[in-house]
């Protein structure tokens, strides 16, 4: 199965600076690199997305990027906001018969106003 | 609202009760999927739907569990015999029938097992 670790699993940043989030998988085969936001007693929200044909992926101040070669993505979140404050996840799937995303550990974001 | 429903959002049951949640996807959605969340953890897959066929499960499923999508719309998650470590937050997405893409998910229906 697929092992996706997560770094750093909490980060603090001061508003208006960057963030970012790096995320490893384990199967060569999986194709679909998404990014979820999840708040306090909410479901996991998508926030992008990248597929294994593109190496970059920009939607305003959030960004993904993917190195399918050393297996990991990233998010960057720029010229962050209060509302950035949230836990984020990383969920690679996809590939021949693996139709599910597995999750990693999460990465806590805390915006300091 | 046309997202994600799930019921109840909370149940609170004693070790050994049976408890059945429901989950009612995006009505056009073919696949449906349910995931287990626990504190400070990321969702873990539990098995999915395409239609009315259960396609996948999860090798750390207990045989306690069992999950049915009987008309390909609603699916229901019942848990016998609940145990302690089954406390948890149970999340269902669904999708479009396509390439794996976005989950829609609920908001979760949170078990607290005493």
């Known amino acids: 199965g697929e092992n996706v670790e997560q770094h750093p699993s909490t980060l603090s940043v001061q508003e208006g600076d960057s963030a970012v989030i790096k995320c490893t998988y384990s199967d060569s085969a999986s194709n679909y690199f998404p990014w979820y936001k999840q708040e306090l007693g909410k479901g996991p929200q998508l926030i992008i997305d990248i597929r294994s044909n593109v190496g970059e992926k920009k939607d305003q101040r959030i960004a993904v990027t993917l190195n399918k070669t050393a297996k990991h993505f990233s998010l960057h979140i720029t010229e962050t906001q209060p509302e950035d404050s949230a836990v984020y996840f990383c969920?690679?799937?996809?590939?021949?018969?693996?139709?599910?995303?597995?999750f990693g550990t999460g990465t806590r974001l805390t915006i300091i106003p | 609202d046309t997202g994600v429903s799930q019921n109840p959002r909370h149940k609170i049951t004693k070790r050994g009760q049976n408890v059945t949640f429901r989950c009612d996807p995006i009505?056009?959605?073919?696949?449906l999927y349910w995931y287990r969340q626990t504190l400070g953890q990321g969702p873990e897959f539990l098995t999915y739907f395409q239609n009315e066929a259960q396609l996948e499960k999860s090798r750390l499923l207990s045989d306690r569990f069992s999950a049915e999508r009987p008309k390909g719309s609603f699916s229901t998650l019942e848990i016998q015999r609940t145990e302690q470590g089954d406390s948890a937050m149970y999340l269902c997405?669904?999708?479009?029938?396509?390439?794996?893409?976005?989950?829609?998910f609920g908001e979760g229906s949170r078990l607290t097992v005493l």
């Open positions: 969920a690679p799937g996809g590939g021949f018969g693996n139709e599910k995303l597995t």
């Open positions: 997405a669904s999708s479009l029938n396509r390439n794996t893409g976005e989950l829609f």
């Open positions: 009505s056009e959605h073919n696949r």
